[in-house]
């Protein structure tokens, strides 16, 4: 057993990689002076049904077709983000990922997605969004938990107001808020 640990020790102190170091902010270029609060504002369209649907329900659990906010159903999307409420604006990006009804005694959803951005200086660049919708608020917030691109090291947060919903598509207003470099 001891030759055992010895070998491993040994073995381990061969290799060049490393779990952890610590690093200070300007070692990768950056400063506090080089922070930006930026402020996002587009329209999201979670198209439900229909020939372009967006949003597709992919798991349920048996208890889903009767509770009254469908808990226990998962949603997968890929929905437009453009300029306007208008759904035929300038598209700017993607909604990219899932929500999942997470309450049963109101529509609460958890909110699991990334705006990725398609347009100007943020094309490429994404943001990720991992909170509680309540569905039924005028205004919700979300954490922004991290970004890719120009939003590497973001943080901030996400407000969304329903502009309008019918059985096809809700459209939702964000307001995104970001600390960046």
């Known amino acids: 057993m001891i030759l055992t640990v010895a070998v491993a020790v040994t073995t381990s102190a061969k290799h060049d990689s490393f ?9 990768l270029g950056i400063s506090q002076q080089d922070e930006k609060l930026t402020h996002l504002h587009f329209f999201f369209h ?3 049904s229909g ?31 453009t300029e306007t ?35 100007g200086e943020y094309n490429g660049s994404s943001l990720s969004v991992l909170g509680r919708n309540t569905v039924e608020s005028a205004v919700r917030e979300m954490p922004i938990v991290g970004g890719s691109g120009v939003f590497r090291f973001c943080r901030g947060y996400a407000q969304a107001k329903t502009h309008s919903i019918d059985e096809m598509e809700a459209v939702v207003e964000y307001d995104v808020y970001v600390f960046h470099y």
């Open 51 to 81: 020939t372009n649907q967006t949003a597709v329900r992919v798991a349920a659990a048996p208890s889903s077709e009767t509770s009254p906010t469908g808990f226990g159903s998962v949603v997968m999307m890929d929905d437009p983000l």
């Open 85 to 119: 409420a208008d759904r035929s604006s300038k598209i700017v990006g993607r909604a990219q990922g899932m929500y999942g009804s997470a309450s049963q005694s109101e529509l609460g959803l958890l909110m699991v997605m990334s705006f990725a951005f398609t347009e």
């Open 19 to 27: 779990f952890h170091e610590l690093l200070f902010p300007t070692e």
């Open 46 to 48: 979670d198209i439900v």
